[in-house]
Structures are given as structure tokens and as C-alpha cells.
């Protein structure tokens, strides 16, 4: 990828659809060798674009999905203990166990577990792996700490082997829903980028490259209908991920055409909370429709 325009080509062979701002973002991470932080509402895109970067460049990706309580043990590397016991029963019952020589041949890479922070680290067919570090925002602050060294240098230590750096640096993208502040001083070490809900133009572009079987009109209505959803006082907005499944839901219902009962009974693919839900029931979801066909309609 030797340009911005080169970028956008890539994604869209692999379906992602961008704009230039974020393929420039990608472009300079790329050529920079920067981490890449990007931030938005869940279901924006943010996890799609390292698959579509690993496809596009024949990587491998590696994805440490975060959670709360995550620590750097769980993230870089465990010891097989099943497979050490079965070693140790085995020395004592050959009756030839020396417990120095075993201790060593206990703790080597046969019996090593690498987790995803590890995995990164260690060369990969096809070059350095893109190195996915899903909703930071999910983990807390000293889980951050560790992350920030480890990226400073590309390198992890595993007490009983030394240290072990990475031959050549991955590509990293690091995601967050913003369900917290992500500490300024790991923003500092990579590129930022806002990933906001996209235009109607730019959403449809994605509908009919992820659902390229709905009809023209069909595609309208779904994209028109979920981004005036947008503009609801909702306890969860429809992402565009809820977009195309809901397209996608429709198509196997054979719709043609959105109508209020269909919209009643396919809420729960656009919709994850009840209370959403039960809001856009009966006569809410039909003067929606109204209001989208009325913006739809040919001036």
C-alpha cells in the first residue's frame, strides 16, 4: 500500500468501505510503523478494519479481545500444567527423576502456552501479524501500564526464558467503545482516529457491499429507517453491524418493502435492549417509516 488511494483499494476488495480520513490514518500507520487508536460507538466498523487490514496485506491476525480483570500473565503467556504434571508422574515413575534436570526441561517452550501478546511477538509466516487489541476500554489502568511498555519496545519477558522482542514490530490497532478514558500517555504512543456512524451515502456503499443481494430500494429504506433510529432517544444505537444484519434478516423473510409489522417483528435484529424495543412498538415505528419515505421521495 504505497498511498492513501492504495488503501482505500485494498479495504474495498475486502468489503470494508472507508472514508479518506481513515484510510489516511491506516496509510500512516502502515508507513510510520505506528500503532493505530480508534475510538467510536460500538458497531462502527472499528474491529472490521484489522481483518480487513490482515486480509488485504495477507497477514496473520491476532486479536486479544480485553475484558475487566485482564492481566499481562493472562495476555502474554501460560505454563501447561496438565502436560507438566503428566511429565513429572512420568520421572517418578521411572524412578530416575533428577529434580534440577526436570525443573529445566519443565520450563521450556514445549510447554509454553503463548497468548496473543506473546504470539505477536514471535515471527509469523507472510511477515509480522496484525496485532488486534480489542475494547482497551474494557480493562483497567495497570493492565494499560504493561501495554504501554510493551509496545514502547516490542518486547516481553517471560521470567524463566529472558526476554523475548519481536524480530520485526506487528501492526497494532487498539479499539475502544469509549465506555471510559484510555490513559492520555497510551494515546500518546499511537495515530487517534474517531470512527463516527457514516453518512447515508457512505452507509449504504457498505449495505450493498456486505448485502450486495437487496434491491436498490429495499437498501435505502433499511439505511434511511436505522439512521433515523440514530436520532431516537435510545439507550443503544444501531451500529452499522445492526444494519446489515437487519438487511440481511429481511432477505430471508423475502421483504421487499418495510412495513410496520415487519419492523415489529424484526426489532431484535437492529435493537438489543427491551426498553428500546417496547419504545419503537405500534405507532412510533410506523411514523418513523412515514418520516424515512417521506425523505426518500423524489423531490
Known amino acids: 500500500m504505497q498511498s492513501i488511494d492504495d488503501?482505500?483499494?485494498?479495504?474495498g476488495e475486502q468489503n470494508y468501505v472507508c472514508g479518506r480520513a481513515l484510510a489516511t490514518v491506516v496509510f500512516l500507520s502502515l508507513k510510520l510503523g505506528r500503532p493505530l487508536f480508534l475510538e467510536g460507538e460500538a458497531g462502527v466498523g472499528?474491529?472490521?478494519?484489522?481483518k480487513a487490514i490482515a486480509a488485504a496485506l495477507g497477514r496473520r491476525l491476532i486479536r486479544l479481545q480485553c475484558y475487566e480483570g485482564l492481566d499481562a500473565a493472562s495476555a502474554v503467556y501460560e505454563w501447561n500444567f496438565a502436560e507438566q504434571m503428566i511429565a513429572i508422574r512420568t520421572a517418578e515413575a521411572s524412578g530416575g527423576a533428577d529434580r534440577d534436570a526436570l525443573k529445566d526441561e519443565l520450563f521450556t517452550e514445549d510447554y509454553l502456552?503463548?497468548?496473543p501478546l506473546l504470539q505477536a511477538m514471535q515471527p509469523q509466516p507472510g511477515g509480522a501479524p496484525v496485532l488486534l487489541i480489542d475494547e482497551l476500554d474494557r480493562t483497567d489502568e495497570p493492565f494499560e501500564a504493561f501495554l504501554l511498555e510493551a509496545l514502547s519496545d516490542f518486547q516481553v519477558t517471560i521470567p524463566e526464558l529472558g526476554t523475548i522482542k519481536a524480530p520485526e514490530p506487528p501492526i497494532v490497532i487498539l479499539t475502544s467503545n469509549r465506555t471510559r478514558e484510555v490513559h492520555d500517555a497510551l494515546k500518546r504512543r499511537?495515530?487517534?482516529h474517531w470512527v463516527d456512524y457514516?453518512?447515508?451515502?457512505?452507509e449504504l456503499e457498505i449495505l450493498q457491499a456486505r448485502a450486495p443481494e437487496a434491491?436498490?430500494?429495499l437498501s435505502r429504506e433499511v439505511v434511511a429507517f436505522v439512521q433515523k433510529l440514530r436520532t431516537e432517544d435510545l439507550f443503544k444505537k444501531p451500529g452499522v453491524a445492526e444494519t446489515?444484519?437487519?438487511a440481511k434478516c429481511l432477505l430471508a423473510l423475502d421483504v421487499l418493502e418495510i412495513s410496520?409489522?415487519?419492523?415489529?417483528?424484526?426489532?431484535?435484529a437492529i435493537l438489543k435492549y427491551q426498553d428500546d424495543i417496547a419504545r419503537l412498538q405500534g405507532a412510533e415505528a410506523a411514523r418513523l417509516l412515514d418520516e424515512v419515505r417521506a425523505e426518500l421521495a423524489p423531490a
Open 113 to 115: 502456552i503463548a497468548r
Open 260 to 268: 410496520p409489522e415487519t419492523i415489529a417483528d424484526t426489532l431484535g
Open 190 to 192: 499511537c495515530l487517534y
Open 244 to 246: 446489515i444484519d437487519w
Open 215 to 217: 434491491a436498490e430500494a
Open 198 to 202: 457514516p453518512t447515508f451515502d457512505r
Open 46 to 50: 472499528k474491529t472490521e478494519i484489522a
Open 7 to 11: 488503501v482505500q483499494a485494498a479495504l
